[in-house]
């Protein structure tokens, strides 16, 4: 029998097919479709229109890695991506898709050991993931050569654009071989993009996928921060305030889909696991008795839950945020399906939420943020259940003996007292506060200097008198803090000092490594409210009046 029929149909190895195989893929998505077969036959270059949850990785990495030769040391596959979080994605999914090939993939992006990664392409590397900032420093350095790269890949290339990289993505797209491939992947195509694609593809064919499925409107899509301690607490209420819960809960690893599934059914509910141990026949049990609803939770990993095809699920529950974006609209995608609505619930915890924040951008879609459920309203949810479940009940006639049973207690007791009594017995379980235990609330742990996009603004003390431009600040401060430069945004440069915006966690990062002492006053800080602080955009033609003179720490190398 054929691995995999439809994926061979594109022209793929049987060495591609395993690895596709063993990652639980089974049919190829419309732009792997279209794309594979067309990079794999002809020598044209691509520019394709696709968001995220397309898979779209897999469309352009396949084909490279088909084409790639691993006895040759140099890097000969290019990808360029606008975010550090992107590169490490794609190559995590580029190394899980080569199979048993020996071929070196590396990330490359700011923030980390510069000196480190040079080190790995000294050794050998074939194909190459990077942010351009990064990916610029070392061709100036001249430890990265692209002379024998024979495919080069924009990915988000709107993004890249957005980021303010286009200029970076030009001068490394010149060092590149006229001959190379050249393939461009971009959600939107605004006319910077096109001409881009004008001045450096040659002969191109134009790839449009429409993304309407994504994330469809019939799903809401909301987050709670919780403590990773509160989350069992708070899947236990959201399930309870739910109607007629029909959901999927993924993890992400086999432990957590044991524990989590161990914990359910101690306490009472009807729930099932799905992971890499199973085997496919209880795969099969499961499967049946969950599309049946006699199960009507599902604990699962991403691996395991590829291919699920079950339409009318009222819930997607991230229990463990995804990594990268793409997991993210293939969980929710699994909900609000054939018309019916649904809801995509995730939790996050403070250490988690820039996290969201990059999923949220990349996948271009809003998750709204909500209050759990308190145990004084899940309790009134329970009794107004109860309550209807009874009246259902009184609309079926009763047998004789059961109604001669009953005037007997009428006349020895009063009705609230056998009422009472019997609900007690039947669903006293349901009214028990102490079920529920309290939750934290930890939304007051984010920063306030954060803002609606989760990023801070700081003052630096640096400017044009001190022999800095734009670039050369935001290099200093990613080499001397670890934060990735293309995390350093909206950067505002003045004669002595500059603005820049970041996320929360980095801001934190780059206020502790610049601290300062009692001798000297700090190179990064908060910038004030009337500095355009929390985001804002102060527009300054002098230093300020009250701020101290500030004596650099660092002053750029003279070239």
């Given at each position: 029998?054929?691995?995999?029929?439809?994926?061979?149909?594109?022209?793929?190895?049987?060495?591609?097919?395993?690895?596709?195989?063993?990652?639980?893929?089974?049919?190829?998505?419309?732009?792997?479709?279209?794309?594979?077969?067309?990079?794999?036959?002809?020598?044209?270059?691509?520019?394709?229109?696709?968001?995220?949850?397309?898979?779209?990785?897999?469309?352009?990495?396949?084909?490279?890695?088909?084409?790639?030769?691993?006895?040759?040391?140099?890097?000969?596959?290019?990808?360029?991506?606008?975010?550090?979080?992107?590169?490490?994605?794609?190559?995590?999914?580029?190394?899980?898709?080569?199979?048993?090939?020996?071929?070196?993939?590396?990330?490359?992006?700011?923030?980390?050991?510069?000196?480190?990664?040079?080190?790995?392409?000294?050794?050998?590397?074939?194909?190459?993931?990077?942010?351009?900032?990064?990916?610029?420093?070392?061709?100036?350095?001249?430890?990265?050569?692209?002379?024998?790269?024979?495919?080069?890949?924009?990915?988000?290339?709107?993004?890249?654009?957005?980021?303010?990289?286009?200029?970076?993505?030009?001068?490394?797209?010149?060092?590149?071989?006229?001959?190379?491939?050249?393939?461009?992947?971009?959600?939107?195509?605004?006319?910077?993009?096109?001409?881009?694609?004008?001045?450096?593809?040659?002969?191109?064919?134009?790839?449009?996928?429409?993304?309407?499925?994504?994330?469809?409107?019939?799903?809401?899509?909301?987050?709670?921060?919780?403590?990773?301690?509160d989350k069992f607490e708070a899947l236990c209420r959201i399930i309870d305030v739910s109607e007629n819960f029909y959901g999927l809960i993924f993890c992400r690893t086999k432990v957590d889909v044991d524990q989590v599934s161990r914990k359910l059914l101690d306490r009472g509910y009807t729930a099932d696991l799905l992971?890499?141990?199973?085997?496919?026949?209880?795969?099969?049990?499961?499967?049946?008795?969950?599309?049946?609803?006699?199960?009507?939770?599902?604990?699962?990993?991403?691996?395991a839950a590829r291919g699920l095809d079950v339409n009318n699920l009222s819930h997607v529950i991230n229990y463990s945020l995804p990594h990268d974006p793409e997991s993210y609209v293939h969980r929710i995608g699994r909900t609000g399906r054939a018309g019916s609505e649904g809801t995509a619930i995730t939790f996050v915890?403070?250490?988690?939420?820039?996290?969201?924040?990059?999923?949220?951008?990349?996948?271009?879609?809003?998750?709204?943020?909500?209050?759990?459920?308190?145990?004084?309203?899940?309790?009134?949810?329970?009794?107004?259940?109860?309550?209807?479940?009874?009246?259902?009940?009184?609309?079926?006639?009763?047998?004789?003996?059961?109604?001669?049973?009953?005037?007997?207690?009428?006349?020895?007791?009063?009705?609230?007292?056998?009422?009472?009594?019997?609900?007690?017995?039947?669903?006293?379980?349901?009214?028990?506060?102490?079920?529920?235990?309290?939750?934290?609330?930890?939304?007051?742990?984010?920063?306030?200097?954060?803002?609606?996009?989760?990023?801070?603004?700081?003052?630096?003390?640096?400017?044009?008198?001190?022999?800095?431009?734009?670039?050369?600040?935001?290099?200093?401060?990613?080499?001397?803090?670890?934060?990735?430069?293309?995390?350093?945004?909206?950067?505002?440069?003045?004669?002595?000092?500059?603005?820049?915006?970041?996320?929360?966690?980095?801001?934190?990062?780059?206020?502790?490594?610049?601290?300062?002492?009692?001798?000297?006053?700090?190179?990064?800080?908060?910038?004030?409210?009337?500095?355009?602080?929390?985001?804002?955009?102060?527009?300054?033609?002098k230093p300020h009046g009250k701020r101290p003179a500030f004596k650099p720490a660092f002053k750029r190398k003279k070239k």
């Open positions: 029998m054929t691995i995999l029929p439809l994926f061979k149909e594109l022209g793929l190895s049987q060495e591609t097919l395993l690895a596709l195989k063993a990652k639980g893929f089974e049919e190829p998505t419309p732009i792997q479709r279209s794309v594979i077969p067309l990079l794999l036959g002809e020598t044209c270059d691509v520019v394709g229109q696709a968001r995220t949850g397309t898979g779209k990785t897999a469309a352009f990495a396949l084909p490279m890695l088909e084409r790639i030769d691993p006895a040759v040391r140099g890097v000969q596959g290019l990808v360029l991506v606008p975010t550090r979080e992107l590169a490490l994605q794609v190559s995590e999914e580029i190394i899980s898709l080569r199979g048993s090939r020996t071929l070196q993939v590396l990330p490359i992006y700011g923030g980390a050991p510069i000196f480190d990664q040079i080190k790995r392409l000294k050794r050998g590397v074939q194909l190459v993931v990077g942010t351009p900032g990064r990916i610029l420093d070392l061709l100036e350095r001249r430890e990265l050569k692209l002379d024998a790269v024979t495919t080069l890949v924009l990915d988000e290339a709107d993004e890249m654009l957005n980021m303010g990289f286009i200029d970076d993505v030009e001068t490394i797209t010149a060092a590149t071989p006229k001959e190379r491939r050249m393939l461009l992947f971009s959600a939107t195509m605004p006319d910077p993009i096109l001409q881009l694609a004008r001045r450096r593809m040659g002969k191109y064919q134009l790839i449009r996928e429409e993304s309407k499925d994504l994330t469809t409107e019939l799903t809401e899509q909301i987050y709670f921060e919780v403590r990773e301690s992971h890499g141990d199973i085997t496919q026949r209880e795969r099969e049990r499961v499967m049946e008795r969950f599309k049946a609803k006699r199960n009507t939770i599902l604990v699962a990993t991403d691996v915890t403070p250490d988690e939420y820039r996290r969201l924040l990059f999923i949220k951008r990349i996948a271009r879609t809003e998750i709204r943020r909500e209050k759990l459920p308190g145990v004084s309203e899940v309790l009134q949810v329970n009794m107004q259940r109860v309550k209807s479940e009874i009246q259902g009940m009184l609309a079926v006639t009763a047998d004789p003996q059961s109604l001669k049973l009953a005037r007997e207690l009428l006349m020895e007791n009063s009705a609230e007292e056998v009422v009472s009594t019997l609900i007690a017995r039947g669903y006293g379980e349901l009214f028990r506060s102490d079920r529920y235990r309290e939750i934290e609330d930890i939304s007051h742990r984010r920063k306030e200097a954060v803002n609606a996009e989760g990023r801070t603004r700081l003052f630096i003390a640096l400017g044009r008198a001190h022999g800095h431009t734009a670039r050369s600040i935001v290099t200093l401060l990613a080499e001397k803090s670890g934060v990735a430069e293309n995390a350093i945004q909206g950067l505002k440069l003045f004669e002595t000092f500059s603005f820049i915006t970041v996320p929360f966690e980095d801001a934190e990062k780059l206020l502790r490594f610049f601290k300062g002492d009692k001798e000297k006053k700090p190179l990064v800080t908060r910038a004030r409210a009337e500095d355009g602080g929390h985001g804002g955009h102060g527009d300054h033609k």
